[in-house]
Structures are given as structure tokens and as C-alpha cells.
Nanobody, 122 residues
């Protein structure tokens, strides 16, 4: 079992950048493929992207390609999400999640953090 804690969210102006972190405890994070999701008010949770156990491969949802970058440092038991050129449409709660097998839907993920709020002002 692994516990996940996100951090790094906040209020940022449009055009700015943020780096979100997801710190894992318990079982080592290298055991899991990791994903980042987001959920805006009134909308379903959607995949931002995912990264393999080793970090050698990443996948991004089509609408997320170009401004989002996922990376991981297994030695620090931490996964990151870099977001550039933020727009108000990026306002959401961002979640990291761990999966034994990986995938692109929330149902494929076994463990979730509590989320970190990102708010982008225009």
C-alpha cells in the first residue's frame, strides 16, 4: 500500500507555470505506474497523463499535450507535474494516483492523493 500527498498548487496568473509534486510513503513508488488527473467543478475527473514505473515512457491525453510534463524521481519517492502557459481552463483539483498496471482511466488506479487546488486567474 502507498500513501500519496500532492503539493505545489495555488493561485497563479494566466500564462504562469506551476510544478506539482506527489510524495509517496509506505510502499516504494517505483512499484507503481503513476498518473495525474484533474477535476474541475461540475466536470468528471480526467486524465492529464501517466508515467511508467521507471519513468522511461510517458503518455498524455490529447488535450494535454504540449503544456504538461510528468516526471518522477524514484530515489525521492516523488512524481512531478510541470504545467506551463496556464489558462483559467486549467483551474481544477489535481490528483496523483498509483496503479499496479497503469492505464488511462481512473478505475485503473488503486491509490489516490487528496488533491491540490490549482486556480488560474485571467
Amino acid at each position: 500500500q502507498v500513501q500519496l500527498v500532492e503539493s505545489g498548487g495555488g493561485l497563479v496568473q494566466a500564462g504562469g507555470s506551476l510544478r506539482l509534486s506527489c510524495a509517496a510513503s509506505g510502499r516504494t513508488v517505483s512499484t507503481y505506474a503513476m498518473g495525474w488527473f484533474r477535476q474541475a467543478p461540475g466536470k468528471e475527473r480526467e486524465l492529464v497523463g501517466a508515467i511508467t514505473r521507471s519513468g522511461s515512457s510517458t503518455y498524455y491525453a490529447d488535450s494535454m499535450k504540449g503544456r504538461f510534463t510528468i516526471s518522477r524521481d524514484n530515489a525521492k519517492n516523488t512524481v512531478y507535474l510541470q504545467i506551463n502557459s496556464l489558462t483559467p481552463e486549467d483551474t481544477a483539483i489535481y490528483y496523483c494516483a498509483a496503479s499496479a498496471f497503469g492505464g488511462v482511466t481512473p478505475a485503473r488506479y488503486d491509490y489516490w492523493g487528496q488533491g491540490t487546488q490549482v486556480t488560474v486567474s485571467s
